[in-house]
């Protein structure tokens, strides 16, 4: 969710950079035929995430949960030529609806889909990342930055999205919500962890941004 009324959102939206066609008609499929829509990254915070890329300019970025491919089509936007993105996702079933439009969108060459768990997959992969975008089961998190960190040289960027997760992050703690309890220890990880100085960013649900301490 957001947390803005729903007219400045949209103003928000209407003011922002259109997001481009292949994206709107994945939009469109995603809402129709795969299952949880809600999970993807519209248009709004999508041009977030394509004009931040475009800043960093990374030569390597790792996504972890692909689901139908919109924030790393967002986010390939921001490649160099010989650029590349690794992109994650544990379910299969996705991994069709992905390549159509990453094929569709003229990244495809660009974006190197791994299908499988992340814990499992990113410790095998022998490369550094200069953006990284942390999107898969929230429960997870933590483990996820433990494996990622180590592929991140001084200086890159750490996406997280979901931090606020609705707002719960502040509300009185349901026992049995381990997606919250597990959000609110990452959340508190991030702030601590000296590797990396951080700032929420209260945009859509919540996204965060660390950067690897290092020279500037
Ligand atoms: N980044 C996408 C949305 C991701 S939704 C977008 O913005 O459009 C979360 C995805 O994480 C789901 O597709 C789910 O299958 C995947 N996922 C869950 N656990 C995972 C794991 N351990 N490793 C890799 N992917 C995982
Ligand atoms: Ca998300």
Redesign the pocket.
């Known amino acids: 969710m957001h947390f803005l009324p729903d007219r400045l959102q949209q103003y928000l939206t209407d003011h922002s950079e259109n997001e481009p066609e292949y994206l709107t008609e994945l939009s469109r499929e995603t809402h129709l035929k795969v299952l949880?829509p809600r999970?993807?990254?519209g248009h709004y915070?999508g041009r977030v995430l394509s004009i931040l890329s475009k800043i960093i300019r990374p030569e390597r970025i790792l996504?972890?949960?692909?689901?139908?491919?919109?924030?790393?089509l967002c986010l390939a936007e921001g490649l160099p030529p010989k650029g590349e993105l690794h992109t994650?996702?544990?379910?299969e079933e996705?991994e069709d609806i992905q390549r159509r439009y990453f094929e569709k969108s003229g990244y495809g060459k660009q974006i190197i889909q791994h299908v499988?768990?992340?814990?499992e997959?990113i410790p095998q992969l022998d490369m550094q990342f200069d953006l990284v975008?942390i999107?898969?089961?929230k429960k997870?998190y933590s483990r996820y930055l433990e494996v990622v960190l180590p592929k991140m040289r001084a200086g890159s960027i750490l996406l997280s999205?979901n931090v606020l997760w609705s707002g719960k992050v502040i509300e009185a703690l349901d026992p049995a919500d381990k997606a919250t309890e597990a959000l609110l220890d990452y959340n508190k990880m991030l702030k601590e962890d000296q590797r990396i100085e951080t700032v929420v960013l209260p945009i859509r649900d919540g996204l965060t941004l660390s950067r690897v301490r290092g020279p500037l």
């Open positions: 949880q999970m993807i990254t915070q996504e972890i949960g692909t689901y139908t491919g919109y924030s790393a994650i996702d544990i379910n996705l499988g768990n992340a814990i997959i975008f999107d898969a089961e997870e999205d």
